[in-house]
């Protein structure tokens, strides 16, 4: 295997290479992506609702997410892995962030951070640059504002919304960030700015023209079934085929069928 590296994304873009990028929170999960060959893994704080089980992404806490990274780092051997500085851990002012940056980068082993917005976050992203930290973008539904959107809807859909994300689009890129995630927006905007920029796009539900691609792990395995966005294609009913798996065991059990004579010592 060859490492995946900020800059191995970037020429994928020059060359018309699709990125693939997946979250994953723990070591087995971790695992299983990795060998899989996906370029990227995430460690989201989406871990606030598929692993915690809160309603947004906000609770999780700086610490929480340093777990999780931790976890995944000792599990990847070939793709990079991008871990998000939660909500409350960078908006303050600058060197709050770059603290965050750096406890994350040097408690866990990650090889990037994942920040949320554009302009409003100027000076943090400079500043973490500046130490060396790659910095990953993240404009669209920023889930971290959900209370300031109200809803989970498509963003950019009007001009305005649409202008300033293209500007912030090209602000990451200026300030040296090395890809920008692109939540839930129309797919002619994600075009207009995926074709603008040098650095590649990553879209979940900003459809086809994204530079690469990005999905929660449990989503994509089915295991979280009551979350049906348009956006999201589903390779396996994981939350059926488990709960099935685990019927029978509690079956067997009842039955004594488990263990077997084979199955003991
Ligand atoms: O936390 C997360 O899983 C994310 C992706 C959806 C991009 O930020
Ligand atoms: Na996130």
Known sequence: YKRVTVKSLVDMKKNGEKISMLTAYDYSMAK??????????????SASNVMAGHETTLPITLDQMIYHATSVIRAVDRALVVVDIPFGSYQSDPKEALRSA??????????????EGGIEIKESVKRILNAGIPVMGHLGLTPQSIYKFGTYTVRAKENQEADKLMEDAHLLEKLGC???VLEKIPAALTKKV???ITIPTIGIGGGKHADGQVLVIHDLLGMTHEFNPRFLRR???????????????VTDVKSRDFPSDEEQY
């Open 194 to 196: 995926s074709e603008s």
């Open 178 to 180: 090395f890809g920008i």
């Open 235 to 249: 390779y396996m009913n994981l939350y059926e085929e488990m709960g099935t798996a685990i019927s029978k065991y």
């Open 102 to 115: 750096i406890r994350i980068m040097k408690e866990s082993g990650a090889h990037a951070v994942k920040l």
């Open 32 to 45: 299983i992506v990795d060998s899989a060959n996906v370029d990227v893994i995430l460690v989201g704080d």
